[in-house]
């Protein structure tokens, strides 16, 4: 098997990357890495610190390798879909989103999560806009429009300054499948 491509799913809280994973990942016929923080915070209560978000992102970071060794480890008779002969690896939220969480929230991060940052590679990143209506959850911090919009924005700022490559992904559940697919197409082939 060659290397795995792993795509990220970025954006602010509702703006369907949960989903959007999950219907690629039925679509490639591959793994997806759901996003760590949902369940530490369901174990552990909405109430979270500083320090709770190096630990949400440390469980994010092990919960990916645990994924990729799964998929790496895959059944030849059951394999995935392939791309030049490289497996398609999906990821809800990666060490950008801690990034973006630790300052919106504490204005300032981890260095752990910075030097993950500068270590871990990715091959292509979905950018969700937040033009879905918001749904609320009782883990969701951020129903106004206005502050999703500004979260948004400093994650394109991120991606514009950053060398892999991004599509920007919007419009309904259906739209964004497609416009996904079309991304991943034109990356990879």
């Known amino acids: 098997m060659e290397t795995i491509k792993k795509i990220v799913v970025i954006g602010p809280e509702s703006t369907g990357k949960s989903t959007l994973c999950q219907k690629l990942a039925d679509h490639y016929n591959t793994l997806w890495v759901p996003e760590y923080a949902r369940?530490?915070?369901?174990?552990?209560?909405?109430?979270?610190?500083?320090?709770?978000?190096?630990?949400i992102a440390v469980g994010q970071f092990q919960l990916e390798d645990e994924t990729q060794s799964k998929l790496q480890n895959t059944d030849s008779g059951h394999s995935p879909f392939t791309i030049h002969h490289s497996p398609l690896l999906f990821i809800d939220t990666d060490m950008?989103?801690?990034k973006v969480w630790s300052e919106f929230v504490f204005n300032k991060c981890n260095n752990w999560i910075l030097n993950r940052i500068a270590e871990r590679k990715y091959d292509l990143y979905l950018l969700c806009d937040v033009d879905l209506p918001w749904?609320?959850?009782d883990l969701r911090e951020y129903p106004d429009?206005?502050?999703?919009?500004?979260?948004f924005h400093f994650y394109k700022d991120i991606l514009v300054n950053q060398k892999v490559p991004w599509c920007h992904i919007s419009g309904d559940y259906d739209e964004r499948l497609s416009k996904a697919i079309n991304c991943i197409e034109n990356a990879f082939n």
């Open 39 to 55: 369940e530490y915070l369901e174990k552990h209560g909405p109430e979270y610190n500083y320090e709770d978000l190096y630990d």
């Open 96 to 98: 950008y989103v801690m």
């Open 135 to 137: 749904t609320k959850d």
């Open 145 to 151: 429009i206005k502050v999703r919009k500004k979260l």
